[in-house]
Nanobody, 123 residues
């Protein structure tokens, strides 16, 4: 599986961005998908995850209510809608694929990663 993120950019605090992650291959539906982020000097951290069939989602506390993860299995794409962005959301955002249905929070649980897309939120 190859993953390609897009949609990052520079936005003012309070603004919105929508990230997309396009996956290759015919088995996309068999993967739980996650979004992670990594700020300079910090470890990569879980942001949001979605199960195989779109009904199950998880978020880190700091983005709950502001970010929404979704997926379109027909288009092999997962999205991260980010609203009310804050400067502390600034990071490189990565999507990742984990074989199986469970949403997991550990970076080491994911099998495939995209190259990342930069999100910068100015104050």
């Amino acid at each position: 599986v190859q993953l390609v993120e897009s949609g990052g950019g520079l936005v003012q605090a309070g603004g919105s961005l929508r990230l997309s992650c396009a996956a290759s291959g015919r088995t996309f539906v068999n993967y739980a998908m996650g979004w992670f982020r990594q700020a300079p000097g910090k470890e990569r951290e879980f942001v949001a995850g979605i199960g195989m069939l779109n009904g199950n989602t998880r978020y880190r506390d700091s983005v709950q209510g502001r970010f929404t993860i979704s997926r379109d299995n027909a288009e092999n794409t997962v999205y991260l809608q980010m609203d009310t962005l804050k400067p502390e959301d600034t990071a490189v955002y990565y999507c990742a694929a984990d074989w199986g249905g469970s949403i997991r929070y550990d970076v080491n649980s994911y099998d495939y990663w995209g190259q990342g897309t930069q999100v910068t939120v100015s104050s």
